[in-house]
T-cell receptor
Framework: SQKIEQNSEALNIQEGKTATLTCNYT??????LQWYRQDPGRGPVFLLL?????KEKRKERLKVTFDTTLKQSLFHITASQPADSATYLC????????????FGAGTQVVVTP | DVKVTQSSRYLVKRTGEKVFLECVQD?????MFWYRQDPGLGLRLIYF???????EKGDIPEGYSVSREKKERFSLILESASTNQTSMYLC????????????FGDGTRLSIL
C-alpha cells in the first residue's frame, strides 16, 4: 500500500538556525507533494506544493525539494523563529483519487529563542 | 479567503447517542472530506464526497455515515457513538480537477463518555 513517513520525533532548534524536515514515500510515484502547517487545536494550513519535475520550490523563508529517485521531499525553514513552532505535515495526491490526499503523521518543530 | 466552518469546536456526547458533525464551505468546492486525527496516527480519511449526493468510503468508514444534500454542506454522522470514536474531527474541501490544496476547518474535538 502507499505509505508516507515523517520523522515522529520533535525537532528542537534554536532561533535563527535552519530546520530540515524529511518526508519519505513508498509504493507510489506522486506527481506532486504538498506541505501543511498545523498549530495546536487548529486545522492544517496549506504552505507549498512541489511538482515532480520541480527540484526545488521557495516561499519566503521556506524551501521544499523533491527527489523522485530517493522518493523523498525535504522541507527547510531558514532563519527559524519561535513563531515557526508547529507541526508540519506532508501529503501526496492518490491516483484516481478525486483529490484525495495521503498525509504523513507530521513532525513537530519547536524553535527556542 | 476560503472558509471551512465546523459547527462545534468541542462536543461531549454519551455512548450510544447519534451524533451529527456539520461542515460548511464557502468556495463552491466540489470535494469535501472528513478526517479524524489521533496522536501518532495522523490524519485518517473517514469519508469524502466529490459531488452533491455522492460519497465514497475512506480508510476508516466503520461506525460513520455522511450526508451531502447541498454542495456547500457535508455532514458526518456517528450512528451509535462509542468511546473509541473520541477524537479530533477535521473537515476539508478542495476543487476537483485542479491540483490545489485542501482547505481545513478548525476541527471538532469530540469526547464520547
Amino acid at each position: 500500500s502507499q505509505k508516507i513517513e515523517q520523522n515522529s520525533e520533535a525537532l528542537n532548534i534554536q532561533e535563527g538556525k535552519t530546520a530540515t524536515l524529511t518526508c519519505n514515500y513508498t509504493n507510489y510515484s506522486p506527481a506532486y507533494l504538498q506541505w501543511y502547517r498545523q498549530d495546536p487545536g487548529r486545522g492544517p494550513v496549506f504552505l507549498l506544493l512541489i511538482r515532480e519535475n520541480e527540484k526545488e520550490k521557495r516561499k519566503e523563508r521556506l524551501k521544499v525539494t523533491f527527489d523522485t529517485t530517493l522518493k523523498q521531499s525535504l522541507f527547510h525553514i531558514t532563519a527559524s523563529q519561535p513563531a515557526d513552532s508547529a507541526t508540519y505535515l506532508c501529503a501526496f495526491r492518490l491516483t484516481d483519487s478525486w483529490g484525495k490526499l495521503q498525509f504523513g503523521a507530521g513532525t513537530q518543530v519547536v524553535v527556542t529563542p | 479567503d476560503v472558509k471551512v466552518t465546523q459547527s462545534s469546536r468541542y462536543l461531549v456526547k454519551r455512548t450510544g447517542e447519534k451524533v451529527f458533525l456539520e461542515c460548511v464551505q464557502d468556495m463552491d468546492h466540489e470535494n469535501m472530506f472528513w478526517y479524524r486525527q489521533d496522536p501518532g496516527l495522523g490524519l485518517r480519511l473517514i469519508y469524502f464526497s466529490y459531488d452533491v449526493k455522492m460519497k465514497e468510503k475512506g480508510d476508516i468508514p466503520e461506525g460513520y455515515s455522511v450526508s451531502r444534500e447541498k454542495k456547500e454542506r457535508f455532514s458526518l454522522i456517528l450512528e451509535s457513538a462509542s468511546t473509541n470514536q473520541t477524537s479530533m474531527y477535521l473537515c476539508a474541501s478542495s476543487f476537483n480537477k485542479r491540483r490545489g490544496p485542501q482547505h481545513f476547518g478548525d476541527g471538532t474535538r469530540l469526547s464520547i463518555l
